[in-house]
């Protein structure tokens, strides 16, 4: 069983995406996703 990690939107705090967590990383991961709730493409940072 992978252990998951949700992504969380910058501008709303909506957790949209799911991705495979990385068991030696560092830092948090921040990715540029759509947010169907916000409507535009905004930074969505890992949640802990």
């Given at each position: 069983?992978?252990?998951?990690?949700?992504?969380?939107?910058?501008?709303?705090?909506?957790?949209?995406?799911?991705?495979?967590?990385?068991?030696n990383?560092?830092?948090?991961l921040?990715?540029?996703?759509?947010?169907?709730?916000?409507?535009?493409?905004?930074?969505?940072?890992?949640?802990?």
């Amino acid at each position: 069983m992978v252990k998951k990690v949700a992504l969380e939107c910058s501008q709303c705090g909506r957790r949209n995406y799911s991705v495979p967590a990385r068991p030696n990383r560092e830092e948090r991961l921040e990715l540029n996703k759509f947010c169907k709730h916000c409507g535009k493409m905004t930074v969505h940072r890992e949640t802990r």
